[in-house]
């Protein structure tokens, strides 16, 4: 469920019309609905009421302060995967002790950086890794909290790209060498072993491979602690997917999610984590742009939008689905035409839609691409020299820019010309 709904013939951001918004900030730009953050963030969080647990809204899904504060006044830790993401939790008011990092390249630095500020857990994700945690942790006089990722060759069922627990992956270590990676890590000074962390991919909408997955950690979990190890947290990942719109297959719940987690390792007596980040974020966001031209092709029309793909790379990046939904209200039983949605850019992996089916629209039409909350405008970028899109925040009746639009004097100022030239 999200709070992007038609209301008077409009579509409304809760209690805002999406048009109000527009005319005040231009198009394209984001849009996010503190209601549905909040209310996705609760759903993860009820689901795992049985017992101790953290869910750590994983920010690369959507970064900007005003979401992570919003979560945060929620109870939500935070999982970050660089140095810039650290730095913003901590921007935004979010406690060392409940950040994450996690990553496969974490740097010197970055470990230096989070030892002195504060971190729950490093999620070290190779041996080499987690020496150079020991190193620095000792070098400072700390002891670096970790927990291990294990990769449990369990497929995800998702797409290649986005799919991090199978034995091919970059991710973790094999599950079958644990034990022995455990024991190296109990012998490195300034460390101190936590748990185990565990994450198989993203847009899962199978229960399935977290079963498997989870029923492994359970097994490695009694390994360990047989070997002398003392296992007290676990660390469950995220990857619940969202609907697209696409099918009509619905994802599974969170609650049916945390029943899963409770029936494969809730009989440990572990603190769980999770790492959530699309499904709080995915449905809470709408992408909002308008129709420049339509384009008569052969055989064909182009919907021809000011939004492009370096504002939404998911359709050229991943072939991904959004539905587009116009933002004036159709009237029941008009006419559909069948375009192909696509943006300015010279490129053309500038597309979003092939053969889409939509109420006919014309010039200076306003369109809205539902599910763009994540991976939406963390992943954009200035390609042709476009600015970075507005992000807007809505809370019942308001609406604040939350990350506003930089000029292109401001853009192009930022290149620095050599004395020689």
């Not at 006089?141 to 970059?170: C, F, M, Y």
């Not at 009694?222 to 609907?243: C, F, K, S, W």
Request: aromatic share 8%; with cysteine; hydrophobic share 40%.
């Amino acid at each position: 469920m999200d709070h992007f709904l038609y209301r008077d013939g409009a579509l409304h951001a809760e209690n805002v019309p999406i048009a109000e918004i527009a005319s005040a900030v231009g198009t394209p730009f984001y849009v996010y609905s503190t209601a549905t953050l909040l209310r996705h963030f609760k759903l993860f969080d009820e689901a795992l009421d049985w017992g101790p647990h953290l869910v750590c809204y994983a920010m690369k899904a959507a970064s900007n302060q005003a979401i992570l504060k919003t979560l945060a006044e929620a109870g939500a830790g935070m999982d970050v995967v660089s140095e810039g993401e650290y730095r913003r939790a901590k921007a935004a008011g979010v406690p060392g002790e409940k950040i994450v990092f996690s990553g496969v390249g974490k740097t010197e630095g970055e470990i230096r950086t989070a030892l002195t500020g504060g971190i729950r857990q490093f999620n070290v994700e190779s041996e080499p890794e987690m020496e150079v945690i020991s190193a620095v942790a000792t070098q400072l006089g700390l002891i670096a909290p970790i927990t291990i990722r294990v990769n449990p060759d369990v497929d995800a069922k998702t797409h290649a790209k986005i799919a991090t627990g199978k034995s091919e992956n970059k991710f973790g270590i094999p599950i079958s060498r644990a034990r022995d990676v455990y024991a190296q890590a109990a012998r490195l000074p300034g460390l101190k072993v936590v748990g185990i962390d565990v994450h198989i991919g993203s847009q899962l909408t199978d229960l399935e491979p977290f079963e498997l997955a989870y029923t492994k950690v359970a097994e490695l979990t009694e390994a360990l602690r047989a070997d002398g190890h003392e296992i007290t947290r676990l660390d469950l990942g995220g990857g619940l997917g969202i609907p697209y719109a696409r099918s009509n297959e619905a994802p599974p719940l969170p609650t049916d999610y945390g029943a899963v987690i409770q029936r494969t390792v809730g009989h440990l007596g572990c603190e769980i984590e999770i790492e959530p980040g699309r499904l709080i974020a995915g449905n809470a966001g709408i992408l909002v742009t308008k129709v420049i031209y339509v384009k008569s092709g052969e055989g064909r029309n182009f919907l021809i939008l000011d939004a492009a793909m370096n504002d939404l790379i998911r359709p050229a990046m991943y072939d991904a689905w959004h539905d587009i939904v116009p933002v004036v209200e159709p009237a029941p039983g008009s006419d559909l035409a069948q375009y192909d949605v696509v943006g300015p850019v010279c490129e053309s992996g500038d597309t979003f839609a092939k053969g889409r089916m939509m109420p006919a629209l014309g010039a200076g039409d306003l369109v809205a691409f539902r599910s763009a909350g994540a991976y939406g405008a963390v992943m954009s970028s200035e390609y042709n020299t476009r600015p970075l899109i507005p992000e807007v925040l809505v809370h019942d009746d308001q609406f604040a820019v939350i990350r506003a639009r930089p000029t292109f004097d401001e853009m192009i100022d930022r290149d620095t010309i050599p004395s020689w030239l």
